[in-house]
């Protein structure tokens, strides 16, 4: 059974449910070894001075920020975490939107979220409802020093979390030469459009992924499989031990927590909104001295 990558809540307003957060991708490339030509033996990159040539160890190395071309500043592990966020423990959905709201571009990285034990009653009722109200939420989540914007989306019987890409890490598509305007505009005549929807309309299909298959993968997998029969070579497969990461969990009055929830929301909109402002301006204190500390180094 795979690991999970981590393990935590689940949270929308007063409900937590125990969740651990497993990878929803396989990787299938086939990866290849770098070797000399002549012997046949594996290369190794090295870490090395640009300058003098020698090998540097791991613990003389520093990270640091090119600010200009060939100037840098030194980021100390501290600075990283003074930036880093506080909650490491909790997926926490800040709204819930509509599910044809939020862009194809933004979507990045599929996860399964996967309920701890005696969790599956708040799953499900998260689940069902989303799949009713047409909903999808949109949470923060972070992941070893980073925090992340992610979308819970109901898929069959699963939770699935979506990585997000931020707005500033998208390209507008505004930026590139498009052709904008009417089809007309372009003299597209009406035969034309409609040739074309027939066309489409002629290959229509459901959308069936099991049907489709890397082909280049399957034809160079049988090409090594040759070359390693020929040279009497065996591979040798190692398992995985099975570990079982399951959270423990209390009943829960569902009924309470989501009637505590809404009276919150209905009651004292104004502190709550004064609540979501204060952590922010704690956070910016926090940073503060961090940059001071990237200052110093940019005069050194």
């Given amino acids: 059974m795979p690991r999970p990558i981590w393990t935590g809540t689940l949270s929308f307003g007063l409900l937590n449910i125990p969740v651990s957060l497993m990878s929803g991708e396989r990787k299938v490339d086939i990866s290849f070894r770098m070797l000399d030509s002549r012997d046949r033996k594996p290369i190794r990159f090295e870490r090395v001075n640009a300058e003098t040539g020698e090998e540097v160890p791991w613990k003389d190395i520093v990270k640091a920020f090119e600010y200009d071309k060939g100037s840098y500043v030194v980021v100390e592990k501290e600075d990283i975490q003074s930036a880093a966020p506080e909650t490491h423990e909790s997926v926490d959905v800040e709204a819930f939107v509509d599910a044809d709201s939020i862009g194809i571009r933004f979507y990045e990285k599929p996860y399964i979220l996967v309920p701890g034990k005696k969790a599956e009653k708040g799953y499900v009722l998260l689940r069902e409802t989303l799949k009713s109200t047409k909903k999808i939420g949109v949470a923060r989540v972070v992941i070893r020093t980073r925090e992340y914007l992610c979308a819970v989306i109901p898929e069959g019987d699963a939770l699935v979390l979506m990585m997000l890409r931020y707005p500033q890490e998208l390209v507008d598509p505004e930026e590139y030469k498009l052709p904008s305007g009417k089809a007309a505009d372009y003299r597209i ?42 040279k009497g070579a065996t591979t040798k497969f190692i398992d995985a031990p099975v570990e079982h990461d399951d959270a423990a969990t209390n009943v ?7 009637q505590k929830s809404l009276d919150s929301k209905s009651r004292t909109p104004a502190k709550k909104t004064a609540a979501r402002k204060t952590p922010t301006s704690k956070a910016t204190k926090k940073k503060a001295p961090a940059k001071r500390t990237t200052k110093r180094a940019a005069a050194k």
């Fill in 189 to 230: 005549a009406a035969k034309e459009v409609e040739m074309a929807k027939s066309l489409i309309q002629s290959m229509e299909a459901t959308w069936a992924p099991d049907s489709y298959h890397d082909e280049f993968r399957k034809r160079l997998e049988a090409i090594i499989k040759k070359r390693i029969k020929a």
């Fill in 252 to 258: 829960v009055d569902f009924m309470a927590l989501l």
